[in-house]
């Protein structure tokens, strides 16, 4: 099943904060795939872990020092910026930037940054995140209704919202 959101984490340091954080934001209208939620015994994980790597819309990963040490972590971003999806580290803890690059390739075209610890502002920074994931996903989400009504059904949109009509008016 598609999700809007790839959660990813270390489950050393960042269990609970993963699970608190895709519930608030499935609370916001965003579904979230969470490991925990998702994997059952006995599947090959890496296989349904890439899965739905290609089936969300955005990758979210909370980086903290454990999940630059994971195996997962950095397997799962790079995963998801090699095929172009868009890469939001959320920084659980006080990390030079610079430790970053290494382990996530955080120059990749694609990544961003969210700081989600010791601020003044956390829910605002929260909210902040969901909006810009929310507008990622109904663009992405608008992008392909919009493919999968071909040429046809483009021209038959454009007319009914009167954007093909406006330029042929100019020509009359």
């Known amino acids: 099943m ?3 959101v790839f959660i990813s984490y270390a489950h050393k340091d960042q269990a609970v904060q993963a699970r608190e954080l895709a519930a608030w ?3 916001k209208g965003l579904s979230c795939w969470l490991d925990h939620d998702e994997l059952r015994a006995g599947s090959e994980y890496d296989k349904q872990i890439l899965d739905a790597i290609r089936g969300c819309r955005v990758m979210l ?3 903290s020092t454990g999940s630059i040490r994971s195996k997962y972590v950095p397997f ?5 910026a090699g095929i172009q999806k ?3 580290l959320a920084i659980m803890e006080d990390l030079p930037l610079e430790t970053l690059d290494r382990p996530f390739n955080a120059k990749a075209s694609g990544i ?7 601020t003044t502002d956390l829910d605002g920074e929260k909210e902040r995140l969901a909006w810009d994931l929310q507008e990622h996903c109904t663009t992405h989400r608008n992008r392909q209704r919009l493919r999968g009504l071909g040429i046809a059904g483009l021209i ?3 007319m009914l919202t009167g954007w093909v009509l406006r330029p042929m008016a100019s020509l009359l």
């Open 25 to 27: 934001l499935e609370n």
């Open 156 to 158: 038959i949109a454009a």
């Open 61 to 63: 990963a909370l980086v």
């Open 86 to 88: 868009l890469v939001v």
């Open 112 to 118: 961003q940054f969210r700081k989600l610890y010791s």
């Open 2 to 4: 598609r999700r809007d």
């Open 76 to 80: 799962e971003v790079s995963a998801a």
